[in-house]
């Protein structure tokens, strides 16, 4: 999300010469109602001074039997931040007029080559918005620049404030919404793993800004900042088990068949028991159930559930659950036999009830569940999603 904000702030206030338009729209790819899944944005949104209302989500956009009529494709130019293969029944309408792309997942293809005077970058790092700052860091200077040298705090009509101050208050803002971003990626440049170069560079160029700001500047501390938004990331206890899955969830059309992977920060007896007290019943039971229910809403011919949590004893965990149906439960053999020693999988059970090669088969739901502790922890979503994917293809 921020990701495209930040794209968006920056582009329509200097947009290239030769720019298809000279305003551009930051589209946050989920439904209004699925903002408030993400308490970290509620938490980050003090910091920028915008709310979640201000958002333009999918909800905005006409509906897909009528988009391409309202929204004629030949009309729009599409960049795609944090992912680089617009999905989805957008991808449908829209995928012949991407003109560009800032992303740090594998590259697909998709994005032509020549994206001019947009960008076409996809690299490895940490965090999509590292590359973003590092993409309009010397726009952002000449913006605010421009603005400290022509009085722009004037425009918000009192003509006795202190413009410097009000200009570096609005950096300062927007600073945060991109760090916030970064620091949680990268576990406040913690994680070894995936923290790079450009990740460490963009987090001493957003501080920097703000820094600059008087007011921020007195009380910034990076450290409690990450530990805010984090902690509000981290309280998912209130919501319901379809909701956790919908917080975090990503979804990619595959050949014949739809693939769903939802990133849980609790591990997976944490949401067995949640189902079971949920429902009022066996906790695996409704487990299955829940999983039943959230795959046939979607199309799903594959779920994926991956957790990553502290334990009790202070150490990071990964956790994975595949859930297949019939035609897809060679696809997770396959990905099984292929990563399993690179991922360093151990095959553990969800709940009590269930045998001790933690496969779980319901013949009347045509369900079928693998579950693994991944010992492997650097390897996150980015990385398995894709081997998913080509398991499925396979």
């Known amino acids: 999300m921020t990701c495209s904000l930040l794209y968006a702030y920056i582009r329509s206030q200097a947009p290239p010469r030769d720019a298809f338009t000279s305003l551009y729209i930051p589209i946050v790819n989920v439904p209004a109602k699925d903002i408030n899944l993400r308490p970290e944005f509620s938490a980050l949104f003090v910091h920028a001074n915008i709310s979640a209302s201000h958002l333009i989500t999918l909800d905005d956009l006409p509906i897909a039997s009528e988009i391409e009529q309202l929204l004629p494709p030949e009309k729009t130019r599409w960049i795609l931040v944090d992912h680089n293969k617009l999905q989805g029944f957008l991808g449908h309408t829209y995928s012949a007029h991407v003109h560009g792309t800032i992303d740090h997942h594998d590259d697909e293809g998709t994005v032509p080559n020549d994206t001019d005077p947009e960008p076409r970058c996809v690299e490895k790092c940490g965090s999509c918005t590292s590359l973003v700052v590092r993409y309009f860091q010397s726009v952002w200077d000449a913006l605010s620049s421009s603005a400290l040298s022509s009085g722009a705090g004037h425009a918000q009509g009192d003509s006795l404030i202190d413009d410097s101050a009000v200009i570096r208050g609005w950096d300062a803002q927007v600073a945060k919404l991109a760090l916030a971003s970064i620091l949680i990626d990268t576990r406040n440049l913690q994680d070894t793993d995936k923290t790079k170069d450009v990740d460490s560079q963009a987090v001493t160029y957003l501080e920097a800004r703000i820094k600059l700001s008087p007011r921020e500047a007195r009380t910034w501390d990076r450290s409690a900042f990450f530990k805010d938004i984090d902690a509000a990331k981290q309280n998912i206890e209130s919501l319901a088990l379809n909701d956790?899955?919908?917080?975090?969830?990503?979804?990619?059309?595959?050949?014949?068949?739809?693939?769903?992977?939802?990133?849980?920060?609790?591990?997976?007896?944490?949401?067995?028991?949640?189902?079971?007290?949920?429902?009022?019943?066996?906790?695996?039971?409704?487990?299955?159930?829940?999983?039943?229910?959230?795959?046939?809403?979607?199309?799903?011919?594959?779920?994926?559930i991956m957790t990553a949590f502290t334990s009790s004893e202070g150490k990071f965990q990964r956790q994975l659950l595949v859930t297949s149906r019939r035609n897809t439960r060679a696809a997770v053999s396959r990905f099984e036999t292929i990563n399993a020693e690179e991922l360093k999988l151990d095959c553990v059970p969800v709940g009590k009830n269930v045998d001790d090669k933690a496969h779980q088969e319901n013949e009347e739901s045509g369900l079928s569940s693998r579950s693994w502790i991944q010992r492997n922890i650097s390897m996150s979503r980015k990385q398995v999603a894709p081997m998913l994917r080509k398991a499925l293809r396979t």
């Open 244 to 304: 956790i899955l919908r917080k975090d969830y990503k979804q990619w059309d595959e050949p014949g068949c739809k693939l769903g992977m939802s990133s849980v920060v609790k591990p997976l007896d944490f949401l067995v028991h949640k189902a079971g007290n949920e429902f009022g019943m066996d906790a695996e039971e409704a487990f299955h159930n829940t999983m039943d229910r959230f795959m046939a809403a979607r199309d799903l011919g594959l779920l994926a």
